[in-house]
């Protein structure tokens, strides 16, 4: 029994697996007191339930079993943002009280390296940076030792620890150094610096990642709220998720599809650009599909209800997107690879240091040993190693915005080099992504500006998706319209009209004209031939007994196309056109830009299947696309590439965004990750050549010549040319050119 | 002792995983084993108890049905 009394709500589910659970779970919340129904919706990982206790024994019940019931409410993306939010200000928090108390230990350091009280003072202030601000380092060092392996925090984690341990201890008791004849320095700047230099560059990587993912909430909000449903007592305005399969739901002039269905009654154009792609609509009668999130034009007509809630296409292709998004892994960082094994390799020469001198002997031998060998872990991280990565980052990321290419996921910048296979969408990438007029053949015997502006008046009354090029072609040559007396559409044929001297004219197609009677010329007729084989879409224009002339309406190639494409397979990647359109006018384009592989009539999850196959094959994937239909592939590629024109969802989901929409940034844009790659690897030798010199000195190379061991001079001389050094590289990055 | 099985509508390893921690407690089942191959999902239960409705409601309170299909002693 339903009682409006009771609460009705939808939770998120987790821990079904399959239909059985589904209906476990509906059991045991029935069981539950207090509980009068509940129905689960599998696809959607949801439960809806009627009932009159709390959520929280809601939650119980099914944790008991094993299941669990999200009662927040909360959304997980929001949930996400807020954690990683968190995370960043956490980090900025570390850096900022890091790099305080650095200061003064720098300055003390540096300037006032034989006043004793300033070891102190140094001590107190560097235990916090290093074991507080810096204890990320240390805890993930000891995860990472724990399955013996090493990666860059291992290698900070062990230089700084040592390098305070030993300064603390020299500070507390320097008589054990002085009473064999060492000096006992102290390296609180070295940890410090080095703790407050990696931090910084993490922050710096932090903010150059991507953004959240806003594009999911965008295509969510194509999802109609309410609809028309018919019903026996009338129309009446219903919530979307009431609605059930079988109702019949009415659709007005440039409302939203609510859901998927059939074409009970009416017909209209539909702009179905998101599963297609095409911009051209489509004309949908009894019997046609139509699909939720499409956009209705100027029509008006009934549908029933065939597939709603989660089952439509557009909550598919969200459903996908989402967990494309959520299956690409990170690229592993250059430098936890280098870390790992310069990390062992450090200590073996810390180790291989302290036995030599120890075997050595002499004077003093054991002390000499543990000195050395603690020196060279104490040099051995260089503090711009944290810099190095971000500073050439951040360069190429200016560099690209510079040139009209935004990158949004620094990742990119590196993957972007390893490609090797590029998928172009057709509309709107390769091609304009609208009919335009391309050609215009007319009879001999034409006034073309005044006929022009006669069919210009016509196309202003016409309904027709291509009336649009064709009035836009007008307008471009300013033509001014005609006054017409009298005007007629013949839907499906095309539209007829009277000028007030009598004059008669028809546009539409072929079918039209012979219906009419009209004279068709053997040129035209040719022209209309040849570019039917072209695979664009031909209109007739008839005027009193014969026709004058014939229209070519195509989706033009843009300018550049052809050109960047034959640049891009230079590189040795292969460029492969996939398109929702038909077969015959992708291989005329393919024909035109030079492409050899290509598919056609593909929906939107056809060009995600292409992509997974590929990379299944071992090639790295990238692709270009504008449009929804391409999201789901867009999240799936290695590299992603939207075009600056396409829809908001195609740009927040891609890595790279071309805010010009030309084809030829695309090979820029490897350039530039390649340029950037470069730099990355030229900032980690001059990072490390420092401290790589600084290495042998520690381990006492000189001491038999000068006596010279580590001293603080020559660690800090060491962190301050290799941050320099990566710094002046970066930046002379700038300067190079893209092209 | 007796040995019940029952057809059941668990479907799968997770199904399994759900009523696992009840069975395996309870003082009514000394042994038990789902087979989830068999297109009735056969659930075969060797208890003390001369009730096989008290495994049936041990099924019941995961979710899932349980429906005595054979006895034996």
Not at chain 1, 264 to 290: C, F, L, N, W
Not at chain 1, 314 to 343: E, H, Y
Not at chain 1, 541 to 559: M, Q
């Amino acid at each position: 029994m339903s009682n409006s009394n009771h609460k009705k709500q939808t939770f998120p589910v987790s821990g079904m697996s399959c239909a059985a659970c589904a209906s476990s779970v509906e059991s045991v919340l029935e069981q539950t007191d207090g509980v009068y129904k509940a129905e689960v919706n599998f696809a959607d990982h949801s439960v809806r339930v009627e009932y009159d206790t709390t959520d929280d024994e809601l939650r119980s019940a099914l944790q008991a079993v094993g299941y669990d019931l999200i009662t927040d409410g909360e959304d997980p993306f929001e949930k996400q943002k807020e954690e990683k939010q968190a995370a960043y200000l956490a980090l900025q928090r570390k850096t900022l009280g890091a790099a305080l108390l650095t200061l003064p230990v720098f300055i003390i350091g540096m300037f006032f390296m034989s006043w004793t009280p300033g070891r102190w003072i140094s001590l107190v202030l560097s235990a916090p940076v290093v074991f507080y601000f810096g204890r990320q380092f240390f805890i993930q060092a000891a995860k990472q030792a724990r399955r013996g392996l090493a990666n860059m925090d291992s290698l900070v984690a062990l230089s700084t620890g040592i390098a305070f341990i030993f300064s603390a201890f020299n500070t507390i008791a320097p008589e054990f150094w002085t009473s064999r004849g060492f000096q006992p320095h102290v390296y609180f700047e070295a940890a410090t610096v080095i703790i407050t230099f990696i931090l910084a560059g993490r922050l710096l990587e932090e903010r150059a990642k991507s953004q959240t993912t806003s594009a999911l909430k965008k295509l969510m909000s194509l999802q109609a709220d309410t609809l028309t449903l018919i019903t026996d007592s009338g129309d009446q305005e219903v919530p979307i998720d009431q609605v059930q399969v079988g109702d019949h739901i009415r659709v007005k002039p440039g409302e939203k599809i609510p859901v998927d269905g059939e074409v009970t009654a009416g017909q209209s154009y539909i702009d179905e650009s998101m599963i297609s792609g095409e911009p051209e609509a489509v004309k949908k009668r009894s019997g046609d599909t139509v699909f939720a999130g499409t956009i209705n034009q100027k029509g008006s007509f009934e549908f029933r209800a065939e597939k709603v809630g989660s089952s439509t296409l557009l909550s598919q292709i969200i459903d996908r997107v989402k967990s494309a998004q959520g299956s690409k892994a990170p690229v592993q960082k250059l430098v936890d690879k280098i870390a790992s094994i310069f990390v062992p390799v450090v200590i073996f020469i810390s180790i291989i240091t302290f036995v030599v001198w120890f075997s050595i002997g002499g004077e003093a031998a054991f002390s000499r040993a543990l000195m050395t060998s603690i020196s060279v872990l104490v040099v051995a991280c260089p503090c711009a190693l944290g810099l190095a990565t971000p500073t050439a980052i951040m360069v190429g990321i200016g560099k690209g915005a510079e040139n009209q290419i935004l990158i949004q996921d620094a990742q990119s910048l590196q993957i972007a080099r390893t490609i090797d296979t590029l998928i172009l969408d057709k509309t709107g990438t390769i091609t304009e992504g609208r009919p335009t007029v391309s050609q215009i053949a007319w009879a001999e015997s034409s006034n073309r500006k005044d006929l022009l502006s006669i069919i210009m008046a016509m196309e202003a009354r016409s309904e027709h998706p291509l009336a649009q090029a064709i009035l836009r072609h007008c307008k471009e040559k300013g033509i001014a319209p005609a006054k017409l007396s009298s005007f007629d559409s013949l839907t499906g044929e095309g539209i007829k009209a009277q000028t007030v001297d009598g004059e008669k004219f028809w546009i539409g197609k072929k079918a039209l004209m012979e219906q009419e009677d009209l004279h068709l010329p053997n040129d035209l007729l040719e022209k209309a031939k040849s570019w039917q084989a072209e695979a664009q879409t031909v209109v007739y224009f008839g005027h009193n007994n014969e026709v004058s002339a014939v229209l070519a309406i195509a989706d033009r190639i843009k300018e550049h196309s052809a050109q960047a494409i034959a640049q891009i397979q230079k590189k040795g990647i292969e460029v492969i056109m996939l398109t929702g359109d038909q077969e015959a006018t992708a291989q005329a384009v393919s024909q035109k830009v030079g492409i050899t592989a290509y598919k056609a009539g593909l929906m939107p999850s056809d060009k995600a299947e292409e992509v997974i196959r590929l990379q299944q094959k071992g090639r790295k994937v990238a692709m270009v696309g504008d449009g929804i239909n391409d999201s789901e592939a867009l999240a799936l590629a290695d590299l992603s590439i939207a075009m600056g024109h396409g829809s908001d969802i195609a740009m927040d989901v891609a890595d790279i965004t071309l805010v010009t929409s030309n084809l030829r940034h695309i090979p820029q844009a490897l350039k530039l990750s390649q340029l950037t790659v470069r730099g990355i690897y030229q900032n980690l030798f001059w990072a490390f050549i420092y401290n790589l010199i600084g290495i042998p000195i520690a381990a006492g190379l000189l001491y038999p010549f000068t006596g010279f061991l580590l001293d603080p001079m020559l660690a800090a001389g060491a962190m301050a040319l290799s941050s320099v050094s990566v710094v002046l590289n970066s930046l002379r990055l700038k300067n190079i050119s893209l092209n | 002792m007796n040995t019940y099985i029952f057809k059941t509508n668990l479907q799968c390893a997770n199904c399994r995983a759900k009523v696992q921690p009840l069975l395996d407690k309870s003082d009514e089942v000394l042994d038990w084993q789902l087979n989830l191959e068999h297109p009735e999902r056969l659930l075969t239960v060797k208890s003390p108890s001369p009730n096989p409705e008290d495994i049936s409601k041990l099924v019941a309170r995961a979710g899932f049905q349980a429906q005595l299909q054979e006895q034996a002693q």
